[in-house]
């Protein structure tokens, strides 16, 4: 008896753990107190399709949702340096999956790191093996993510190839929110959509095995992949996920709860001159309105 009473009370000194800690970390979720940074609304109107496209209300949201991400998680350079761009680029691959969820919160990321290149299981840059563009960190990397600058920049360049690697590990961050990293985002989905995305995800998987599906072969690896490859197609051609795939692409819509196939169709300018009509619409030269320091 004396046993099993000590056994309750460990249980019970855990759950209470558990939940001081999840507290702690509501806690330190900080809000930004300054201004969002004019140099930072430029880099956004220049290099991000999915910003560009928002109204001007949205804009305002995407903005404080990028300003909070980066007064919370720290960015890091490993062998090369962060500048203004890098950290834009990082956050807002980080918001764009979790835009329609405006009280979304990272708790499960501390840091991100920065690496120049492709980097191996051994976090090295040199070497061997060098394949890995994007990893969440597990064990003593808890709280951690890696990112190649060569894949984040190419994610953001190249709007055609349904490839966003940084989005594609924000993803598997958001799939891990659950506590379990296994291609089902309970936080995300609704219950009744479980079973039908269980059985699509093993029906997509099985056309890739069999070379009829223009999906990236690699989310062919497991559930988890697939939904953080098909999360990049979404975000980047949803169009065309719509077109070839219309039963995933509804499914995706009631996971991260955005129409993207209606959002994205604006044309896209990759830089703006001063005296370009401001892009947030309000009729006023760049010069004077956004772009004015």
């Known amino acids: 008896m004396e046993r099993l009473y000590s ?27 300054k201004h969002f940074p004019v140099s930072w609304r430029k880099i956004l109107i220049e290099n991000v399709f999915f910003y560009h496209n928002l109204n001007a209300e949205e804009k305002k949201l995407f903005e404080y949702k990028i300003h909070e991400f980066l007064t919370n998680v720290k960015i890091t350079g490993v062998k090369t340096e962060v500048n203004e761009y890098d950290r834009i680029l990082v956050a807002s691959s980080a918001i764009i999956p979790i835009f329609a ?19 191996n299981q051994e976090f090295k840059t040199t070497g061997k093996e060098l394949s890995i563009a994007g990893m969440v960190g597990t064990g003593y990397m808890e709280r951690k993510m890696i990112l190649s600058k060569q894949a984040l920049y190419h994610g953001f360049r190249n709007e055609t190839d349904k490839k966003n690697t940084a989005i594609h590990e924000f993803v598997h961050l958001i799939d891990k929110a659950d506590g379990n990293i296994d ?30 599906s223009d999906i990236n072969p690699y989310g062919a690896t497991n559930k988890t992949e697939f939904f953080a490859v098909i999360s990049e197609y979404f975000f980047e ?26 959002k994205l169709k604006k044309k896209y300018s990759k830089e703006i001159n001063r005296n370009d009509p401001c892009p947030c619409g309000n009729g006023k030269k760049y010069k004077y309105c956004c772009g004015k320091i």
Do not use: C
């Open 7 to 33: 056994l309750l009370l460990i249980i019970v000194v855990i759950i209470v753990l558990v939940y001081f800690f999840k507290k702690i970390d509501k806690k330190n979720w900080k809000k930004p107190i």
């Open 101 to 119: 969820f405006p009280n979304w919160q990272y708790f499960n990321l501390n840091e991100v790191l920065l690496y120049p290149g492709m980097f």
């Open 183 to 212: 291609g089902i985002p309970s936080l995300l989905l609704e219950k009744q959509y479980t079973i039908p995305w269980i059985d699509l995800i093993q029906k997509k998987i099985e056309e890739i095995y069999e070379g009829s």
């Open 237 to 262: 051609r949803p169009k065309l996920l719509k077109q070839k795939h219309p039963v995933l692409y509804g499914l995706l819509e009631e996971i991260f709860d955005q129409k993207m196939a209606g």
